[in-house]
């Protein structure tokens, strides 16, 4: 199994993803509303809940379809709340339209039962991408996408100007709509395969990076992909080799490049450039001090308290008294076994042969004993007519030990296997085989 | 002026007692009707099945975990901690499956039913358990520190999680011990016959039995023996001798949940979806699985229906096997409403997917 076969699917649904979230992104960042991806994405897991308390799976296109519905509510809310005179900023509104969502999602959840993993579900992993959802997410992106190129005007202008869209007389709330619906639509598609983390680090990742260089739609968009793809690239390689999950290593990787490429932006473009490349330096010399200052507080903080060990260790200790308390029931068990026996063998057996006997855990176990051991006849006989004499003794246990009878004494006294009755032949073969 | 303070005050009067009246109406009809039956709360719902069929109709048992929820993972809830405030007894596996166990039976207020106490019950006491871990360390992901704590899923154990149960419903109602005992030989006897067939179960005994299986070693033992010109395999019956094709089968499982039934039956689990336990899969373990799958031709896959059911399916669909996905408990899944039912339930759908091909 070579890389391809496994990454390649996750690898497509990672470009497909780029290519929509970038552009989206470079809305988002205009319109600054960052959150509203977070907000829209949770609205499409509570639909997905609200589709699994009516019993509909997770992975159906109904479960599917139910997102879409919710996902369109919400648009609907962001759109009619855009003021045109911010009283509250419209991020405040998002951000308690996500919570509500959130709260909402736990609510059904506990009020459904075997709901426990939806929300790991919900989360995704882009590592269990398949084609077929490939497929369908790319289809549904590039209709979005061609709704966006044809109203390309409208949009851009609203994300750029509000302003300038009112005094050109556009319908801003139903050009909002439209705008949150194809938002929506997207992302119930994203999340559901990429999970919410790595939806909006697609959508916003590419999108600063492409900011930070040029303020011209074409060129951003350029960069945004290609930047996109490297990253991508570069995540999904270092995830398959170092053995880590992907999302949260695509995610780390955006991370660092952001910061490498803010430093380089930083050197570049700073008049003098020796002091800014002497700040950088002074940086990561403190960023490494840090680091050492976590990681000793961290094992100076470990020593002290009752950590996570200590627990274990507690466990272990708890486990060794268990198996003690059982070695010594079972001890228990051996010496009341003992007084269940005849106590005529007493005449024959030492007191070790006897507990070794009662040790034994069944009928099979006692007949192997008898069989095996190096015994004297007399002891032997003994212990088959107590083996035969015992009323709980399997048939098909009898027959056997009959059978060392029978070879012991050429006899079988007419024991009856099948009865529970044999008194005569047991005193019978007593008398054979014990005087 | 006056006047208003004294309709105030006789608004309040009455409202203090109306309040009283509704706080006290639950409680007397609750009052007896614990005196009649016993209140048993279980974690699981096989705890369940089987204190029923112990208790009979001198108990009433509810379970805590749901039969297609996880085990590990209960997120407390006001109603949980009043349940457990009304339990005369509390039945839970004892080992740490339950985490979430002990902080809910200190919220609940309830010192009957603390570990060690007469109204608490460890289910798994006298078990033999399986996959202790030889170090202990989280560098081992989830583990259970005292071995596999899933013991519900052996027909086997059952019988002794019923003795412990029913040693525990004799300590709450003394009275009703010699009932209780009744039951428990019956049921116990009920497991065996369903085990092992009732021939068998005549003839060589249950303990024999029950030993031989745990040991894996009752088919080998069956195949070498004859009884009056037939060959004991033949007259093996129950669970035994439907799931005999399943032997030697080699599967893989998502979690380590059918440790007891897979060893029992002599099913191979040859791998796991989760790298470590309760750690989720990560690339690389995953296609190593693949790998090995495909190299052993594994056509089996199977998984409790609270993972999530999507990566067990992608995973199957890659090297084209059958994934099984069903109930880890009863109640989890149409038709499985007992102990008794999750066995017929997962031999049936073992059975139809190894012979898919």
């Given at each position: 199994m070579n890389i391809l076969e496994i990454m390649a699917a996750p690898f497509a649904e990672c470009m497909v993803l780029v290519a929509i979230h970038t552009y989206l992104g470079i809305h988002v960042l205009k319109r600054r509303v960052i959150f509203v991806d977070l907000a829209l994405a949770q609205t499409a897991a509570l639909g997905t809940t609200m589709g699994f308390m009516f019993?509909?799976?997770?992975?159906s296109g109904s479960s599917l379809l139910f997102s879409i519905v919710f996902a369109t509510i919400g648009a609907a809310i962001f759109a009619l709340t855009?003021?045109?005179?911010?009283?509250?900023?419209q991020e405040a509104i998002i951000g308690l339209f996500y919570a509500v969502c959130a709260a909402l999602a736990i609510l059904v959840i506990q009020k459904?039962?075997?709901?426990?993993h939806i929300d790991d579900i919900l989360v995704?992993?882009?590592?269990?991408?398949r084609w077929d959802d490939v497929g369908i997410a790319a289809v549904a992106y590039f209709a979005v996408g061609v709704v966006h190129f044809l109203f390309r005007k409208q949009f851009m202008l609203i994300s750029e100007s509000p302003k300038k869209a009112y005094e050109a007389g556009l319908n801003i709330q139903f050009w909002d709509f439209i705008f949150y619906l194809t938002f929506g639509f997207v992302i119930s598609f994203s999340v559901r395969i990429a999970g919410v983390l790595l939806v909006f680090v697609f959508l916003v990742a590419p999108a600063i990076m492409a900011f930070l260089l040029t303020p011209k739609l074409k060129y951003q968009l350029i960069i945004g992909w290609a930047t996109g793809t490297l990253v991508t690239v570069m995540g999904l390689t270092v995830s398959y080799y170092v053995d880590l999950p992907s999302g949260p290593t695509v995610i780390a990787l955006y991370g660092f490049v952001l910061v490498l490429q803010g430093v380089g932006l930083y050197i570049v473009r700073a008049p003098a450039k020796i002091a800014a490349a002497r700040n950088v330096v002074l940086c990561v010399g403190a960023t490494i001090l840090l680091s050492l200052g976590v990681y000793y507080l961290g094992i100076w903080l470990s020593n002290g308290e009752e950590t996570e060990n200590t627990r274990l260790a507690e466990a272990a200790v708890s486990l060794r008294t268990e198996n003690l308390k059982v070695e010594h029931e079972r001890i228990n068990a051996v010496e009341k076994h003992i007084t269940e026996l005849?106590?005529?063998l007493t005449k024959y057996l030492s007191q070790e042969q006897m507990s070794a006997y009662a040790y034994c855990a069944d009928s099979l176990e006692r007949l192997e004993y008898i069989n095996t051991l190096p015994l004297k006849s007399t002891q032997r006989a003994a212990l088959v007519i107590s083996f035969l004499a015992d009323?709980?003794?399997p048939v098909f246990f009898r027959m056997q030990a009959l059978e060392i009878v029978k070879s012991l004494s050429?006899?079988?006294?007419?024991?009856?296997?099948?009865?529970?009755?044999?008194i005569e032949a047991i005193e019978k073969m007593k008398k054979a085989l014990l005087q | 002026m006056t006047h208003i303070i004294k309709i105030r005050t006789a608004f309040s009067r009455v409202l203090a007692i109306s309040l009283l009246t509704l706080l006290c109406i639950p409680h007397s009809a609750q009052a007896k009707q614990s005196q009649s039956q016993i209140n048993v709360v279980v974690t699981q719902t096989a705890f369940k099945s089987i204190a029923k069929s112990v208790g009979g109709d001198k108990v009433t048992v509810s379970a805590?975990?749901?039969?297609?929820?996880?085990?590990?993972i209960v997120r407390p809830k006001p109603s949980l901690a009043t349940k457990l405030k009304e339990a005369d007894l509390f039945v839970a596996?004892?080992?740490?499956?339950?985490?979430?166990a002990p902080p809910l039976v200190d919220m609940s207020n309830?010192?009957?039913?603390?570990?060690?106490?007469?109204?608490?019950?460890?289910?798994?006491?006298?078990i033999h358990i399986s996959?202790?871990?030889s170090t202990v360390s989280r560098a081992e992901g989830d583990v259970h520190v005292y071995g596999?704590?899933?013991?519900?899923?052996s027909p086997l154990n059952g019988k002794v999680i019923a003795e412990n149960i029913c040693t525990g419903l004799c300590k709450v109602a003394p009275n009703d011990c010699s009932f209780f005992k009744n039951n428990l030989k019956k049921f116990k006897s009920d497991v065996d016959i369903r085990m092992f067939g009732k021939p068998l179960v005549d003839m060589l005994g249950a303990k024999t039995l029950t030993r031989l299986a745990e040991q894996r070693k009752l088919y080998s033992f069956l195949e070498g023996k004859e009884y009056k010109g037939s060959r004991l395999i033949d007259l093996l019956g129950g669970w035994m001798k439907k799931a005999m094709?399943?032997?030697h089968l080699k599967i893989v499982t998502?979690?380590?949940?059918w440790g007891y039934f897979t060893t029992v039956f002599g099913i191979?689990?040859?791998?796991?979806?989760?790298?470590?336990?309760g750690i989720p899969p990560s690339p690389g373990h995953v296609s190593s699985l693949i790998e090995k799958m495909k190299k052993e031709n594994i056509k089996v896959m199977l998984a409790a229906n609270?993972?999530?059911?999507g990566k067990v399916r992608g995973v199957a669909q890659k090297v084209s096997a059958e994934a099984v996905i069903t109930?880890?408990?009863?109640?989890?899944?149409?038709?499985?409403?007992t102990f008794f039912d999750q066995f017929d339930i997962w031999i049936d759908k073992l059975l139809a997917a190894s012979k898919k091909e």
């Open positions: 019993g509909i799976m997770p992975e855009r003021m045109k005179n911010d009283v509250v900023p459904t039962s075997g709901a426990e995704g992993s882009i590592l269990w991408a005849d106590p005529w009323s709980d003794t050429r006899n079988n006294f007419e024991y009856d296997i099948d009865s529970c009755d044999n | 805590i975990v749901k039969g297609n929820q996880d085990p590990h596996t004892g080992l740490d499956l339950e985490l979430w309830n010192p009957n039913i603390r570990s060690g106490q007469n109204g608490y019950v460890s289910a798994s006491a006298g996959e202790k871990p596999n704590p899933h013991i519900h899923t094709p399943l032997r998502f979690h380590k949940n191979e689990v040859v791998g796991y979806m989760e790298p470590k336990p609270y993972f999530d059911t109930a880890l408990s009863p109640e989890g899944e149409p038709h499985m409403n």
